[in-house]
């Protein structure tokens, strides 16, 4: 429950830096680190060095190493002291330094308050979003020339396995992350998320995986792209082992945010707040947390195999003691599929969530919008296979895994046509965030299009492993999930912070961004086509022109991020011009509230009594603010 | 349920079941994720099997000790009913919830001498390794488990040792009481769960 706290004098600075926060945190995850080190150094020996003894690697020690590191972390930051007090049986609390008294030392150590994970998860996602996004830069570089001339194969692969890793890693959270967190306690009409403490766990512990996998620079990186595909893994260093603790710590963040997500979206409804009346956004956000609580723990599983393979020498993805290669490509499927929706479902939540906000008119379909988003969370579990169409799989298979791949198209298609019937004669406003709605339609349309292509097996043959199914997946994944988390910055910030953000510079991003997008994309298709394959730092010389081009426009892709962050930066932190608490003219709950939010959101638990689109009704119904009695 | 700071007079606290609904819940979905990682590892067990790569499923000799198995599923069991029958029992909870938490404690230390008396090494073929990688995260698993039904034992004696205790005359239990009947309940309920996928293991990985 958050709380308006007593006002206390503030203990001096220095007594400050050395409490539970992220200083200590960080010196005991080094203390940590080194300790597993240590303890791997004295456990291992030659014969347990199943895959790299040749090379004197020690994969316990690293293992080990990020382990406890990891440990270390969470005790600086104070996630033991609240377990240690519950083993001596004192009452549970909810609670944990969220009053605004604390000052922005609540961002730097665990806090519960909903809305201040949900700002460090914005910039802890950035952060990792900016790293990736460099890497994605040094990449095109590297292809200016046919042949290698900045970096080797292996740190070019490497190279392409860390942007993959951090996007598909540390993205996959970044519209439930920040948005969810912030948003869905409000939209619902609760104070909080049912267990704080978890969703304060699940950043932390998804910043130290970013950590993690940052370290495989110094340990020979892994050459296996973000995919971690065996046998190349077990042929990798010990740098492997940080991708491997990466997806493991990430699985880990993702099923407890999941879980989370979930127990407060069943149980914490506010009175009036029924299945019908949730706001699509918080329906996108239970469909992705399904799949987040089902789908990352097997992929934790197959990560923990892997793991044992490298240290206690079991052999699940070793053919020679019996185990195989394919079983690496089955596990990390039914978590990576799943996965492509965990990170496309809350972008079709933002799209359809601020549609009827910019065109003034209801959701169209809505119950269709969300049969569509079930219907998807569903199917999503039943096509995993079409990724192993070359792979090798038995041939009966291919026409079923075809089937289904095809059939999900339809539930997508529903959320589409949602979309479109919104827009379809509304008082449309092309404001910052609608254009980035707009351009989320444009580019998902292709990326859906070309994905059609990818699900049969007879294309997919052609098309599999090249710039073609690379062009798909930017389309669908930056084209989808990118421009509507900016679309939702753009339009939540400005609430969430309670400054403006400059609507010429948002314009300007967004132009640049979509031009240089399509620019930068749009060509792969026809590389793909002309038989580039992916993962490979050299190519054909004719296809010099088309590389070149694509990466000058990814540049621009790199400079329109630069006039966001300016943006950010000269509206945030220089001009800090107010914001009025409903600048967009919004109908949803939150933006009823004033800003900045208080910290206990709700003087009383307000009471919905109307569906949540209620445009082009007047007078606009809000939430009423009357006595608790349970949820409908 | 109490927050670390007292809330102002004019803000209304938050219905009180909705944490007791976010426990009954939170258990439920818990038995779903931890299905889920298990069911990588029956995979695993039906894929290479199936495959048998290189005839090395087994290698040699390779037979998992069935009268350990056995014994580590009856303390399993034993331990789920006596953490089932003390959520159910408020006022035995403390010795049932001990006994239970003990057997969940004593299946890991028989666990671990399993491991010391097997006749093969996790390199010995596809079995193998499902072998200690299931059990291994089994025994993970329960660790983790027997961290929470310690929890709910030491609120039970602390409660206990404070006097609190349910008042008769309303017929309605206090805050306290009722918070922990719900976590009692939504341990045992994952725990027992818990251990109906440890004898699902046992079959797999014993008998078939």
Redesign the interface.
Known sequence: MSAIAVTTEKPPVWRRLIGFNLLTAIVLGVVGYLIGYWIGGRINTPSTSFFSSDAGENDISVLLGYGFGVFGFLIGLGFANYPIRRMLGHPPTLAEHESADEGIGRYFRLCTDHKVVAMQYMVGIGFFFAIGGLNAMLIRSELLQPNTHVFGPNQYLTLVGLHGSMMMGMMTSSILGPFANWLVPLMIGSRRMAFPRIEAFTFWVLMAAGVVLLTTIFLGGFQTGWTGYEPLGAQGTVGYDAYLGFFALVGVSMTLLGFNLLATIITMRAPGMTWTRLPIFVWGVLSTAILMLLASPMLAAALFMGMFDRTVQTGFYVPSVGGSSFLWQNLFWVFGHPEVYIVALPGFAIALELLPVFCRKPLWGYRIAVAGMLGVTLLSFFVWQHHLFVSGINADLRPFYMLSTELISIPTGFIFLCAMGTLWRGRIRLTVPMLFVLGWAFNFLFGGISGVFLSDAPSDVTTHGSFFSMAHFHYTIMGGLVFTFFAGIYYWIPKMTGYKLSETLGKIHFWTLFIAFNATFGPLFALGFMGMPRRVVTYPTNLQPLNDWVSIWAYCIGLSMLVFLYNVVSSLIFKREPEVANAWNSKSPEFQLPTPVPVHDFDRIPVFDADPYPYGVEPAPVPAVAPAGGAA | ????????P??????R???L??L???AR??C???S??????L??YF??RS????K????GHVTAPTGWGIVIVVVLVASAVLLRMASRQPTSALPLGSAALGLALLSIVLQVITWTTLGF??????????Y??WT??YAVFTLACA?WI??QI??????SKEGVQRPRREGVPSD?VE?LGA?LEACSFFWAFYVATGVIAFVVLYLV
Do not use: C
């Open positions: 349920m109490e927050a670390s700071a007292p809330l102002a004019h803000i209304e606290p938050e219905p079941e909705w944490q609904r976010a009954w819940v939170g979905m818990l779903g994720a931890a889920f990682f298990f069911m990588a590892f995979f695993a894929y290479l495959l048998d790569v290189n090395n499923w087994k290698i090494g996790p390199a010995s073929g596809g079995y193998a390794s499902v200690v990688g291994a995260w961290y310690e929890t030491a609120s039970v004696w602390r409660l306290d918070l976590g």
